[in-house]
């Protein structure tokens, strides 16, 4: 195996720009959020049933944006209770927005908010030394799995933290996106690696562990990404890619090669003079360990 090409999730402003360049041009947002408004609160009715309170955790929450539709339809469901929420999120640049954003939202005052400046991992060692027996109703880890080292363990922590009756969503791109096959495609190469739900379904069914699934349809416009030295297309592909400055650091070869699959019919439709790439996400919806 060729040595890795340098992470694009280690210089968190770049990664910002390319989330927020790439967010603007795909649906995958607005189908989660729809997930959250129409599927999400049959989920969540019975969570934390006849409580005064629920104890939440967001793991990668980022700028929090999903996070409050997440909580809003969690009262809604169980009005008038409080809710005790730990944010994680290593980037102090996104948890200062997501600050921000609750600083102007006066109805979240029944939410308590922990801010935690920390990785998943960082976040269960401090869990484990002062010896935390507070259980958790609902969980949360949005796009973020990708990111962890190993995605099996940090399920099962997370898993364990379950009161009777709590939730762990999990929502990744899909084995069957065009993200998915990108990936899949350049395992063992340079392209940094990065899990789907489809390696996530194999390890809980590996384990024996229940899950439910849902998967909704999204696409990214990608078209800029054919342009060279296009800015935009720069950045999408280092979203895509998830390396720093792809183009600029991949063999002319690799970059061919990227660029190619990423417009087969595999991954991308062409329309209307328009690539658009496939942003198919699967949620996974876990329950307490019994
Ligand atoms: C793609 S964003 C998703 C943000 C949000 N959950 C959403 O769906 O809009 C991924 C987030 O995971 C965070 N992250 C990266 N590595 C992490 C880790 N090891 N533990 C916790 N969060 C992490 C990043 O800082 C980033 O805010």
Known sequence: M????????YD?????KCLDHFLERSSEQQCLRDFIRNTLPDILASVGKG???LNVIGVGSGEGIVDLELLSQLCQKHPGVLVDNEVVDPSSQRLNDYKAMVAQRPDLEHITFTWNKMTDSEFEEQWRQKNI????????????LYYVKDPGATISFFQSLLDKNGKLLIALSSGESGKGKLWGNFRNTEVTQRVTTADIKSLLDARGVPYQSYEFQAHTDITE????GDQTGELLLDLLTQVLDFSGTASPELRQRVLRLLRDPQCSVETGGRVLFNGNTEVIVLDALS
């Open 2 to 9: 060729t040595s890795p090409l340098k992470s694009l999730i």
């Open 12 to 16: 968190d402003d770049r990664y910002q």
């Open 51 to 53: 409580k005064s309170q």
């Open 133 to 144: 027996t507070k259980k958790a109703d609902f969980i949360h880890m949005l796009h973020m």
């Open 225 to 228: 990404c054919f342009t060279e």
